[in-house]
């Protein structure tokens, strides 16, 4: 693959990066992903928490299509001052807030979403 006639280089295929080579491919710009791993995701060996909003904003209803693990269902917070805390349980009647995801799957999925829009990618 030739270098030339790439106008930005984005190094890393994680979330972050996927998103920024996603969003540049959409305004047309030619950009190169480059993930040192053998495919995007390929160093993860963790899940994470997702929370779609982002998701949503980047891909619409398309988020829907990415790999989860679980939607998160029930929240909790705690409070805490130097001798006491109180703690505050919720259960969300639409899971769709968050999720949890294998990071190696999720990460070669949003990555293949950039491609799709035009980014080029390169591994290992």
Do not use: C, H
């Amino acid at each position: 693959m030739s270098l030339e006639g790439f106008e930005v280089a984005v190094v890393g295929a994680g979330p972050a990066g996927s998103a920024a080579a996603l969003t540049l491919a959409r305004e047309g710009v030619q950009v190169l992903l480059v993930e040192r791993g053998t495919f995007p995701g390929s160093k993860n060996v963790f899940g994470g928490r997702i929370y779609s909003y982002a998701l949503k904003r980047l891909l619409g209803d398309q988020w829907k299509d990415a790999p989860v693990e679980r939607f998160v269902r029930k929240e909790g917070i705690t409070f805490m001052t130097a001798d006491s805390s109180f703690s505050v349980e919720y259960e969300t009647k639409d899971p769709r807030g968050s999720f949890t995801a294998t990071r190696a799957k999720f990460d070669k999925w949003l990555a293949e979403q950039a491609e799709k829009a035009g980014a080029s990618l390169i591994t290992d």
